[in-house]
């Protein structure tokens, strides 16, 4: 069933035309910079945007000359797990796992989960409780179930990924805000 939904939520997401994707990302990064979380946060971990995802690229240096220390995920393929290696300038990543952008593993760079106040999380669709359906690696499912660290968790999405319902299976972590291009979604609040 997951499989069929995220086949189907990808040919969705990567329907809007690469104008409106534009149009949407620059809204939902706006959204994201207005959110205490982000404000508060001196360090954030952010994915870097890949094919049809909500464009994260234009935003690093922005977060960065804000003062705030940027950190993205690197696969390690080996272990299974994603490494987080901070960034001096987005123009520090290169192609890396499947063509996603990644950070050059740099002495001193490496941080752990629990260096950072906020993690921008990347998904192929959410529902408003706050659950993610992801690539299938689970990549972001172990690093966020590190229990040392009670990280604010933020999820990018556009309208078109958001879905009634995502069935979570226990591994799963749960998202605790979403925003979109039309709202930002309080998932502990519709908990309840």
Do not use: W
Request: glycine share 8%.
């Amino acid at each position: 069933m997951k499989k069929d939904l995220r086949k189907q939520l990808l040919k969705r997401r990567n329907g809007i035309s690469p104008e409106d994707r534009e149009k949407k990302s620059a809204e939902i990064i706006r959204r994201l910079f207005d959110t205490p979380d982000f404000k508060n946060a001196k360090s954030i971990l952010f994915y870097a945007s890949f094919k049809s995802e909500v464009e994260t690229a234009g935003c690093l240096n922005s977060a960065i000359k804000l003062g705030k220390k940027i950190a993205v995920p690197l696969v390690d393929k080996k272990a299974s797990r994603l490494r987080l290696y901070e960034i001096k300038d987005a123009s520090e990543l290169q192609s890396g796992f499947m063509g996603i952008p990644e950070p050059a593993v740099l002495e001193g760079r490496e941080k752990r989960l629990k260096d950072f106040d906020l993690v921008v999380v990347p998904g192929v669709g959410f529902d408003v409780y706050g659950n993610r359906l992801g690539y299938g690696a689970g990549y972001y499912d172990k690093l966020l179930s590190n229990s040392e660290s009670q990280v604010v968790t933020i999820a990018l999405a556009f309208e078109e990924q958001i879905v009634s319902e995502i069935q979570g299976e226990e591994h799963d972590v749960k998202m605790d805000k979403i925003i979109t291009e039309k709202r930002t979604i309080d998932c502990e609040l519709e908990h309840g």
